[in-house]
């Protein structure tokens, strides 16, 4: 695995093209949100740049860019040229996913240092590590499902459009509504959780119902999983 | 047909144990299985041998190759390899290597970093820049995938499955975009590799490679391996041709099966018998046969044969 994932990076590195996609943009819109910040209660800021910018840089570059590398490398026979080894389908997939997994963490650590230091620091810490990883572990499950019916990285733009809105909308639905009214619901959908986690975890707040924030997502990511190993195919369709 | 290539000969008949087994082996394409590609097909492959899958386009030889290299599930039947489940991947794939139809690499890795990818997860080691040597890719060692010609790319997908020599490999249409000289080359390695005791199975459109090469050959077509044996077996059933310029206004002393362009052609089983018949009648009436030419039956005769069918 270790081979694949180094053998990864350097394709991410040299491809402009992925490097600017999966590295530079998220990176820069991480940055844009700290400068121009969303509106808002001013006592709620921090949490609400940081839950933005955790979403939004963990869906383009773990989502998009991870449904994009896989369509990519079944389109060019490579995973099947990969599955000709004796490694494992698990070891695989985890050796193509684990590098934008590890760049996306990178990213969101600077990004949200460069925020504590401007903004305000997070109440929680090991609080919102649990949300980071929550919030890569569904946007690297929805990657492998998406992957299953996406047949080409140009389709990636299209596949991943549906989930991509839908996880921010919700996200923006819960940060600027509260979850006074519908919490159920916008706690279930996906991103709902994972965005009120975010805020507790940065501006405090009452952790009593912690857990069914952290549920939904983790539901989520298991639910991906299961349509993934379904829909995930190795070959381009014949 | 003599072995040119002084390769250790199978007896056909022969006690080497069996690596590749298949019995009644089915693979159906589509949501319901409507095409039958592949259509109960036995086939047994002796530790040692070089096997040759040979049909025409369509016929399921890569359908078949990759249900026994463990890339596909078959419909039915069985298929074992080394005794066990070809998607036994720990197990099994650590002493197979498996070269592709079509090459599947990273365009931004170069050579020498495929190779060292590939060889990472194949179970096996080896030394990446002795298979560069070993399929003249030393000059493009640095070079990136995306750069390399057809035919090197081709090269490279050779050498990622011949790494850590393999007991088994697997070679499907492995000349194809190869030129004579990188052909030859590549036929030089898997003769050694043979030498050292790796079994061979390999498709090809070359018919000349399997004439030359394989201990056995099996034929499919549309499905179903319509024939299987050494050289020696599969043309023994087909007659060889003598052709000439018959003389005008004589009698024959052979009948004449087909004419074209002039030229006649007699099929006989008794090549040299006939032949010798035909000179001496020439010699005797002072007859001149013209354009004169004795053709042994060949796998192209087998070949086309098969297709007509």
């Known amino acids: ?238 | 047909m003599t072995n040119t290539q002084n390769l250790p000969l199978v007896d056909a008949a022969g006690t080497g144990d069996t690596i590749v087994e298949t019995q009644d082996l089915s693979y159906n394409y589509g949501a319901h299985g409507e095409f039958q590609a592949v259509k109960n097909l036995s086939i047994r492959v002796r530790r040692g041998e070089l096997y040759a899958l040979l049909g025409t386009n369509g016929a399921g030889k890569t359908t078949t190759l990759e249900t026994i290299e463990g890339h596909r599930q078959a419909s039915s039947g069985t298929v074992t390899v080394f005794g066990g489940k070809p998607t036994d991947r720990q197990g099994i794939r650590p002493r197979m290597g498996i070269m592709l139809q079509e090459t599947g690499y990273a365009a931004d890795l170069n050579a020498v970093e495929t190779l060292r990818l590939v060889g990472s997860l194949s179970g096996r080691t080896d030394d990446a820049d002795r298979i560069l040597e070993r399929v003249d890719l030393v000059a493009k060692r640095d070079t990136r995938v995306g750069q390399l010609s057809g035919g090197e790319r081709r090269r490279l997908d050779f050498g990622s499955a011949i790494w850590g020599t393999p007991e088994l490999l697997f070679l499907d249409e492995p000349t194809t975009g190869l030129d004579p000289t990188a052909r030859e080359r590549l036929w030089s390695v898997v003769s050694d590799l043979r030498a050292e005791g790796t079994t061979i199975i390999l498709t090809t459109h070359y018919l000349e490679e399997a004439e030359r090469y394989a201990d056995r050959i099996g034929l499919m077509h549309q499905g179903v391996l319509a024939s299987e044996g050494t050289l020696a077996e599969l043309v023994a059933d087909h007659p060889a041709r003598i052709g000439f310029v018959a003389p005008t206004g004589v009698e024959l002393p052979l009948p004449v099966t087909s004419t074209s362009n002039a030229v006649s052609f007699v099929t006989t089983h008794d090549l040299q018998g006939d032949l010798t018949r035909l000179l001496v009648w020439a010699e005797r009436g002072g007859h001149t046969l013209d354009q004169l030419t004795a053709t042994s039956s060949s796998l192209d005769d087998v070949f086309r044969t098969l297709t007509r069918s």
């Not at chain 1, 700290?34 to 963990?58: E, K, Y």
């Open chain 1, 1 to 238: 695995m270790l081979s694949l994932i180094q053998s990864e990076l350097r394709m991410l590195v040299r491809n402009r093209l992925v490097a600017v996609c999966a590295i530079l943009i998220p990176l820069g819109f991480g940055a844009f949100l700290i400068f121009s910040p969303p509106g808002g209660p001013a006592d709620q800021a921090g949490g609400t740049i940081a839950t933005l910018q955790i979403l939004i840089m963990v869906a383009m570059g773990v989502y998009v860019t991870g449904t994009t590398t896989l369509a990519a490398r079944r389109q060019t026979l490579m995973l099947k040229r990969l599955r000709s080894g004796a490694a494992s389908d698990t070891t695989i997939i985890a050796g193509l996913v684990l590098p934008v997994v590890i760049v996306s963490v990178v990213q969101i650590a600077v990004i949200l240092a460069i925020l504590s230091a401007t903004s305000s620091a997070p109440e929680n810490a090991p609080l919102l590590i649990l949300a980071v990883l929550l919030t890569e572990l569904m946007f690297v499950g929805f990657a492998l499902a998406t992957a299953g019916v996406t047949n080409s990285p140009e389709h990636a733009q299209v596949t991943t459009l549906p989930l991509f809105f839908l996880v921010l909308g919700v996200a923006f639905w819960v940060m600027f509504t509260g979850t006074e009214e519908l919490g159920w619901l916008k706690r279930a959908l996906p991103g709902g959780g994972l965005a009120e986690l975010i805020g507790v975890a940065w501006n405090g707040g009452d952790l009593s119902n912690v857990v069914s924030l952290i549920v939904p997502s983790v539901a989520w990511a298991v639910l991906a999983a299961y349509f993934a190993r379904t829909m995930f195919r190795w070959e381009p369709r014949s």
